[in-house]
């Protein structure tokens, strides 16, 4: 099949003719007198090999193929079924001759449940052995290896029990039957020794075409994309595509020299596999530290739609009917009109989509990150250059890399001494202090994330993982546990002082302000001085008041450097003052009368203007209150007035019932006068609410003091 792309029409060129009708005229009789000439035959196949490869951190690969043709020429790719829909999404070709595309093939294949529909066996990819015969039932067969031989049609294959001497039933035993070309019918059990021939030429091709179609399943991991170029004289031929890649890995090693010096050789490896088609033989590498946004489409996949199965239309039998006569119509001429309407045309937002559709196919392969066609600023580092685009970065080798299919690489890309500090590394999230290098990016690469490797003293000292390091930024990177260094964090006091009261609408805010102060205890029982460096949580609205200032500043974290003498101890304090507004509504649904007393107590002038409120608040409570204690009593009662009422109909007409009957008229009594109570206590505390609502909307003030609080007081009365 030969397909070709709309990508290819970027290497077209449209000679321009700009002949007058005479010299047409001329040019027609000029042509008429002389042989048509024949169309150069193209020349054999060229490999076009892979020139650049950038590999992205989302298991991306940007792809160049280079090479020169001369005259028409075929040049061909290869690579493996997996890119087939990469390719075909993204590929770009361009002639830098003035040449053109003719066409781009690929040797494309159906899916095999369609390729196998189009055969009258109806089997599938792995059909079992009784489908096999049963799609011959019908034909004429050859059935040796049992006895005499015979021939005839294969008219079914079943299953049967059979019994052994020992009374075993089984069911593995299947069995052909077949009418013989004298009209018997014949069995023959399935067996290692049993011969089926088929006898009909044309059945026998079907089914060698699905033993074709299944072999060649088996073998569509190659794929060959060949590129017909047409032009004159030696000129170069650009082919560019992207396509799913392993990701690329990055792996550190620092080492540090004998003799103390305040660095380290830090040095670089991006691992690198090789699983595309094609060899990379001398490329020019580049390693992207980035995730440009990436997706598949099954493009090379033949797609077929369900359409709908309509059925045929057959005459239907009627009986005779009567049917009303229509009102008078005028119809709209406009509607008729619009009705004829003429297909529709390119609209203006047609339009525009299209130009930007076009404006896209033009412009690939002259904006893509580490292309051949992007400008680029690289900065020199060594053997490795970086250029840094929109939100990541990029390795560009300098040297010619060399990795042939299904191999992979070590490849170098940093080699720099940096500055690096041992310390000892101690968080309230890792108790455990932790071995740990303070490490400068003084170079001008960033260190993509990976793992690494510490060497000391020519010895292996442990390893972790880093996040990205861009030049200039300072990271610690931890890799052993420091068994000689204890770190305790207590003797935290809190100091609270209450600096500001307000109130409005209802909205209680207390100011306070809280001084904390950390005391570490660090304790050092190695022979050498440890640097340790402790990571004090930062508190949110807090502000340091320590004499001792942290060498470095995270987003959740203080990092203050200790220097602690062997077999010594040494404290470290910080201090936080936080400034904290506790908010409270005053809700007259709730009871808030103690939470009102306890700010009333800060100073007389607050006890002064809380006391309306809280004498509002104590009446509506005891309000409440009553009501709770008078619904009780009204429960009591009425299980009182229950058991009299069952006690006299127990004892109708006996003389005891009157004692029962003179206590069912007092709970009565009592009853009602509960009724009374209640409702009485209800208009009470309807008045009493609306009391509590006025003094709350028209309570507002600011009040400024200075008051200790207790430490254990809760920021939330």
């Known amino acids: 099949m030969r397909l070709v792309l709309p990508v290819s029409l970027l290497a077209f060129s449209f000679p321009v003719l700009s002949l ?227 990701v690329w890995k990055s792996t550190y090693r620092v080492v540090f020299p004998r003799e103390a010096s305040g660095n380290a050789i830090v040095q670089g490896w991006a691992v690198v596999d090789n699983t595309v088609g094609a060899d990379w033989d001398n490329v020019q590498l580049s390693l992207v530290a980035g995730a440009p946004q990436s997706f598949i489409q099954p493009l090379s996949q033949p797609i077929y739609t369900h359409r709908p199965e309509v059925p045929i239309a057959v005459a239907q039998q009627t009986m005779p009917e009567t049917h009303e006569a229509a009102e008078s119509v005028t119809v709209n001429s406009e509607m008729m009109n619009g009705a004829l309407a003429p297909p529709p045309q390119v609209t203006r937002p047609m339009a525009k989509a299209l130009d930007r559709a076009a404006g896209i196919v033009g412009g690939i392969g002259s904006g893509y990150a580490g292309g051949v066609y992007r400008a680029t600023d690289a900065l020199q580092a060594g053997d490795v250059s970086t250029n840094a685009f929109d939100d990541y970065f990029e390795y560009a080798l300098t040297q010619p890399v060399t990795i042939h299919k299904n191999e992979s690489a070590m490849v170098p890309i940093l080699q720099e001494s940096l500055p690096a500090e041992h310390v000892t590394l101690w968080s309230s999230k890792q108790r455990q202090p932790l071995r740990a290098v303070w490490l400068e990016n003084k170079s001008k690469l960033t260190l993509d994330a990976g793992s690494f490797s510490i060497f000391e003293n020519g010895e292996f000292a442990g390893e972790g993982l880093l996040d990205p390091i861009h030049p200039n930024e300072k990271r610690l990177l931890s890799y052993a546990v420091d068994q000689a260094v204890k770190v305790h964090s207590g003797n935290v006091g809190n100091t609270r002082r209450l600096h500001h009261v307000a109130i409005h609408k209802g909205i209680l805010v207390q100011t306070t302000d809280q001084l904390t102060d950390t005391t570490y205890t660090i304790n050092n029982t190695a022979d050498e001085a440890r640097t340790v460096v402790i990571e004090h949580p930062r508190q949110p609205n807090a502000q340091l008041e320590s004499d001792v200032k942290p060498d470095e500043t995270t987003a959740t974290a203080y990092r203050f450097r200790v220097n602690v003498a062997p077999h010594q101890s040494t ?63 009204q429960k009591a009662l009425a299980g009182d007035e229950a058991r009299d009422r069952d006690n006299i109909t127990a004892l109708k007409g006996n003389e005891a019932a009157k004692r029962f009957i003179e206590a069912l008229s007092h709970t009565e009594d009592q009853i009602d006068a509960a009724r009374k109570q209640q409702a009485d206590l209800e208009k009470q505390r309807d008045t009493a609410r609306a009391n509590l609502d006025a003094l709350i909307a028209k309570m507002s003030f600011d009040t400024d003091l200075d008051v200790a609080l207790p430490t254990n007081q809760n920021e939330q009365p």
Do not use: C, W
């Not at 005259?71 to 290869?78: E, F, K, L």
């Not at 050859?142 to 031989?149: D, K, P, Q, R």
């Not at 939470?595 to 009446?619: D, G, H, M, N, Q």
């Open 571 to 633: 404290d470290l304090h910080v201090a936080e003052r936080a400034k904290l507004f506790e908010t409270v509504r005053i809700n007259p649904d709730e009871d808030q009368t103690d939470f009102l007393v306890t700010v009333s107590k800060y100073t007389p002038e607050l006890e002064e203007k809380l006391r309306p409120l809280i004498e509002a608040e104590t009446t509506l409570a005891d309000i409440n209150s009553k009501l709770s204690e008078n619904d009780e009593t």
């Open 20 to 246: 007058s009708l005479a010299a047409q005229s001329g040019a027609r009789s000029a042509a008429a007198s002389r042989p048509p000439a024949q169309p150069a035959a193209p020349q054999p196949v060229k490999d076009l090999p892979v020139r650049k490869v950038v590999l992205y951190k989302n298991g991306v690969g940007y792809f160049e193929h280079a090479g020169t043709v001369n005259g028409n020429q075929r040049v061909a790719i290869d690579f493996t079924s997996s890119q087939l829909n990469d390719v075909l999404q993204s590929l770009t070709v361009l002639d830098q001759g003035g040449g053109h595309i003719a066409n781009v093939n690929y040797n494309s294949t159906m899916p095999i449940e369609q390729q196998l529909q189009s055969l009258a066996l109806g089997l599938n990819d792995y059909p079992p052995t009784t489908a096999i015969y049963q799609a011959l039932r019908g034909q004429r067969v050859e059935v040796t290896g049992a006895g005499t031989g015979f021939t005839g049609r294969l008219v079914n294959i079943e299953l049967r029990k059979e019994t052994d001497k020992n009374g075993t039933t089984s069911e593995d035993h299947y069995f052909l039957i077949v009418e013989t070309d004298s009209g018997a019918l014949r069995t023959a059990e399935l067996s290692d020794a049993l011969s089926v021939r088929m006898l009909d030429p044309a059945l026998e091709k079907q089914f060698s075409e699905y033993l074709g179609i299944i072999a060649s399943a088996q073998n569509q991991q190659e794929r060959h994309l060949t590129l017909e170029a047409s032009g004159d004289g030696e000129r170069q031929i650009d082919v560019s595509y992207i396509s799913a890649v392993p």
